[in-house]
């Protein structure tokens, strides 16, 4: 079942990192995301079986005043 309802814990609290509080079913679950692992690697998807989606990514236009070299 899909967790439901998540939220950010934006209360003060001593852990440096990121609190989420969510759903699951009729089971309330919390979750946090240490700032030291919140880094991921495309070697990190790419082992994990998980398939990227990049279609939303788009470079924006460049500025007149770029150069290419």
């Not at 609190?19 to 880094?39: N, P, T």
């Amino acid at each position: 079942m899909p967790l439901t309802e998540i939220a950010v814990d934006d209360g003060p609290h001593n852990m440096d990192g990121l609190l989420l509080h969510a759903w699951d079913g009729s089971e309330r679950v919390e979750a946090f995301i240490s700032r030291r692992v919140v880094d991921v690697l495309l070697s990190d998807i790419t082992q994990s079986g998980e398939v990227l989606d990049v279609s939303g990514l788009v470079r924006e236009p460049l500025p007149p005043s770029f150069k290419r070299m």
